[in-house]
């Protein structure tokens, strides 16, 4: 399995970069008004949902497999599979900050222009929206709500993530030897310490099971949503009579299927002759 896992980082963590990068591009002219034309609200959401969608799966091949394996081709392999994870993780920042700022700053709604105040009130708001979407069904509060609070929540547990696998890599790089110093020497014993019992519970089965299963949730929830946001879309497209194109498939679509397929050929060759 360990194959296997390493061929899907190897394909996704490319993939997932494509990804942050495009975000980071869209985000950026998006909330700084540079072209900020057919990237709407939705589109905002969607863009937002599969940066987070895209960090997720590389959580548990990154997080779980050895981090010395004894091979120096072997640990060169895995220093870049680290190099790419952690420049993701910087490029997943800006989505972060952006989904941070759109969802809990605050917002232009409030008292009206009464009294100098450069906002609009809620009825005038409520006003607005009813004219929107009249006639098109929109996530509800609540909707919105557990959206927020799923993403934030998800985009907390990568950095926790970066942030052991960082710890990981500090500390696991020195070596067994008893080292003494005539200063510090007992901290570094106790780092070395640490990190062994913590190396040992993370790959207990338990918190594998758990290392697995939450991030597999929050995807699972994050993809309901995300298909929620583009069937509101479509019906949106159709209610302007406009055409909706989002379910076409297209020379992006196919090659972003086939990237994975080494995946597939990893297990299988796995299965039949290992």
């Known amino acids: 399995m360990d194959r296997s896992f390493a061929a899907f980082f190897e394909c ?43 960090m ?16 120096d081709d072997a640990n060169k392999r895995r220093n870049l599979h680290l190099f790419l994870f952690n420049l993701a993780t910087l490029l997943f920042f800006y989505p ?39 006639g098109v069904r929109q996530l509800s509060e609540g909707g919105r709500w557990a959206l927020a609070v799923i993403m934030t929540i998800s985009s907390l547990v990568v950095y926790l993530f970066t942030f052991w696998v960082l710890f990981r890599r500090v500390f696991q790089g020195e070596k067994r030897e008893q080292v003494s110093y005539m200063h510090g020497g007992k901290g570094r014993l106790f780092s070395r310490g640490l990190t062994g019992r913590m190396q040992r519970a ?44 989002g379910n076409d498939w297209g020379f992006g679509q196919v090659i972003s299927v086939t990237i994975f397929a080494p995946v597939l050929v990893e297990f299988i060759y796995s299965v039949m002759y290992l």
């Open 202 to 245: 993370l790959h207990s089965d338990v918190v594998r099971g758990i290392v697995l299963v939450f991030p597999t949730a929050l995807a699972v929830a994050l993809l309901c949503f995300l298909f929620e946001l583009r069937s509101i879309q479509e019906e949106l497209t159709i209610s302007l009579r406009g055409e909706y194109t």
């Open 96 to 134: 972060f900050l952006s989904q941070g700022i759109h969802t809990w700053a605050p917002t232009r709604i409030g008292k009206g222009n009464d009294e100098g105040q450069d906002t609009i009130d809620e009825r005038e708001w409520d006003n607005l929206n009813d004219a929107c979407w009249r």
């Open 56 to 71: 997720l799966p590389l959580l548990y091949p990154i997080g779980l497999l050895p981090m010395d394996r004894g091979d």
């Open 12 to 54: 996704a963590i490319y993939f997932s970069l494509a990804v942050q990068l495009a975000s980071v591009v869209f985000l950026a002219k998006r909330d700084f008004g540079v072209a900020p034309e057919g990237f709407g609200a939705n589109e905002t959401q969607i863009s937002l949902i599969t940066s987070v969608l895209c």
